[in-house]
Structure formats: C-alpha cells, structure tokens
C-alpha cells in the first residue's frame, strides 16, 4: 500500500515525523510513503524558510520514501486549489491520503465534504456573502442552514482535511482518507515540546533561537546551517514589482475578484511597507492569506489564467530505494520528471524565473540565479 501526504514542511518537525510514525504502525513497514510538497513559495504566501532541496531531504531521512514537488500555481492556490491539486497528485500513485485533523472523524469530514459539493450549497453561501459576511463566515453558515454543524470549518486543519475530502469526491480518486488527530495549535507563536508549530518555529528562526529541541536530529543537521529566507529580506524587491506594474497586470492576478484587485493597486501606490499595503487591503470579507497570496503572485508573475492552468508536469526532489520502484513504475507516463530536468513546456521557463526570484528572499547575502539548472534528485540508498 502507498500512502500520501499533501505538506509544506515549513520546516520538517517532530509533529511531522509523528504523521509518518503513525502510518509505518498501521499500515506497515512496507508501505509507501510519497509525499507531494510545496516548494520554494507556500500556501500562506510567504517563500519557505527553506530551500525546497533541503526540505525533501529531511523528510527522507526522517523516514518517506518519495517527495515530489507541488507546482507553484497549486502552492499558491486556495485552501481547495491547494488540496486538489495536492490530491490529483498523489492519485497517481498512492491508495491512501493521511492527513492531520483536529477533528480525525473520517466519517464527518466525508459527510462536510459531500455537503460543501451539493447543489444545495452554493446559493445558500451566496446568501451569506450578500449580508456581507466573510468567507469563512459564510461557508460555515450555510452549512447550518443545511442542518450540518458548521463547527468542524472553524479550526485551520479541519478546513484542509474538508478540502481534501472534496478532492478525492470530486475527482473520484481511488485513494481512501485517512485523518489523524492533530495536537497543538496550528498558528501557536510560542513551540510546543510534543506538537511544535511551523509558525512558532519559523518565528524562533527570525528571532535567532534555536529550533534543534522541536526537530527529528536528522533534520535538524540539514536545517543547521541552512540559508533562512523571509518575506522580509525579499520586501524590497516586492515592493518594486507592485511599484511598477500596470493596471492590465493587477487585473489579471488571481484571487482579485470584486475589485480586490483594484484596491491592491492603489494601496500599492501610496504605502511604503508590504505590511501597510496587506493591512490596507485586509477586510473582514478578504483574509490576509489571501492578500499575501495575492501579491506573491504578483511578484512571481503568476496570473489567475496561470493559477487555473491543468498542472502539466510534477517534479521528483528526493527519495530512497523503495521511493525509486515507486516511481519507476509510473515514470514512462512522463508526468513525473527529475529536479533540474529541462522540459518543453512554457512552465520550465517560469520555473527558472520563480528559482532565481526565490533566492532575494535569502537573510543577508541574496541566493545566486541560476539554481533551476543546478538541482538535482536527492537520493538517499536503503
């Protein structure tokens, strides 16, 4: 049995080694484990803290067999674009899809899903946007409206692991979810000992504290002495795209609909820091995700035509033996094709661009251009 897991490890910690655990005890020492993870950009739309080559490596080490890379355009995708192009992925090669929950009931996370895909919804949830509600708020109300507890959305992992539910429907994926309780506090600023956060974690790296103590060794020697890259060290450089973008480029960014678009433009046009522009923008029916996500794309050059694109080829970062026969047996579909491989297809171009931006993220000396042709596969024997 193969099974999947859709992740960022921003970075790989010791809740993530828990989620591998947990299937090598359940479903055996034998089975597959792929992971398809984001790259150098996150869902949050910040780039990663670190390089995605670094990343994949951990979590070989840390015990999966395969990481291939999410497309940027699904990196950088709502929480729905994000699960199903995460689970349209790993459909192709896995027969299960594990993921974290605060609320690991496979049974109510299905029946959410079911409902969130039924043609009862969505003019229920355009009566809710109407009254002026926020998204969130909305969704979870006409889920109440359809006598379903709108609850289970109100907690971040929960969302996601409605998402993906969704994607497996939708697209009738053979793989079977398989939720695991998730501990801790997804946002929590300060790490906890057994469920540590990636956002407490991230911010101890920006504050200059260790993370040693929240992270399997393997990892944590990978992570070391690791180049750290912040939105922060790259805000410059963000700041002089919007700065000189037309108003034909604003409209054509993803996530810009009912004038959000717009708005960004002006506040881009008359405050000095990307917090004052995102804060701006920020309402009570817009979150800030969707804002950070919204001007990363505008600096990488991702349009919403781009966004919407059917994902043409995955890219293979790492893996072990049992990650090779894995891939081997789906490698004459040409779907799955090896870090730094060059590809006829306009997407190997933006590749390359996205790679070289990636690298004005970097703390202190920027990362040079160039590092799309110089990567290559990890592999890791045994």
């Not at 995708?77 to 689970?87: I, K, R």
């Not at 522009?277 to 800030?288: D, E, L, N, P």
Request: with cysteine; aromatic share 8%; charged share 25%.
């Amino acid at each position: 049995m193969n099974v999947g897991i859709v992740c960022e490890y921003n970075p790989f910690h010791l809740g993530h080694r828990k989620q591998i655990a947990f299937i090598r005890e359940n479903f055996g020492q034998e089975a597959g484990i792929i992971c398809a993870m984001s790259g150098n950009y996150v869902q949050r739309g910040h780039p990663a803290v670190f390089d995605k080559s670094i990343r994949a490596e951990a979590a070989i080490r840390c015990g999966a067999d395969l990481v291939v890379e999410l497309p940027v355009t699904t990196a950088l995708s709502s929480a729905e674009g994000f699960a199903s192009g995460g689970a349209a992925v790993l459909s192709r090669l896995c027969d299960g899809l594990c993921f974290g929950a605060e609320t690991a009931d496979s049974t109510l996370l299905q029946d959410t899903a079911r409902a969130l895909l039924s043609e009862e919804f969505p003019p229920l949830l355009r009566r809710e946007l109407d009254k002026g509600r926020s998204f969130p708020a909305a969704r979870q109300a006409a889920l109440e409206a359809m006598g379903l507890s709108g609850k289970i959305l109100e907690s971040p992992n929960n969302i996601l692991a409605v998402e993906y539910c969704k994607a497996i429907l939708r697209q009738s994926s053979p793989m079977k979810p398989l939720p695991i309780f998730r501990g801790g506090s997804y946002h929590a600023e300060e790490a906890d000992a057994e469920n540590p956060s990636a956002s407490s974690l991230r911010l101890r790296l920006q504050r200059g504290l260790k993370i040693s103590g929240f992270l399997p060794a393997a990892a944590g020697q990978l992570f070391a002495n690791a180049p750290i890259h912040t939105l922060e060290a790259g805000e410059r450089a963000v700041l002089g795209k919007l700065r000189t973008m037309t108003e034909a480029e604003f409209e054509a960014l993803p996530f810009g609909s009912e004038g959000l678009w717009r708005k960004l433009m002006h506040e881009s046009r008359k405050r000095a820091t990307l917090e004052d522009i995102a804060a701006s923008v920020k309402s009570k029916r817009y979150t800030r995700s969707r804002i950070d996500r919204m001007i990363l794309c505008a600096f990488l050059g991702i349009t919403a035509e781009m966004l919407e694109a059917e994902i043409p080829y995955v890219r293979v970062l790492a893996f072990n033996d049992r990650g090779r026969e894995i891939l081997s047996d789906v490698k004459k579909e040409g779907f799955f094709v090896n870090a730094g491989q060059p590809v006829s297809h306009p997407l190997w171009n933006m590749e390359q661009r996205w790679e070289d931006l990636y690298g004005l993220f970097q703390a202190g000396t920027p990362g040079q251009p160039g590092a799309a042709n110089r990567r290559r596969v990890v592999y890791i024997p045994g």
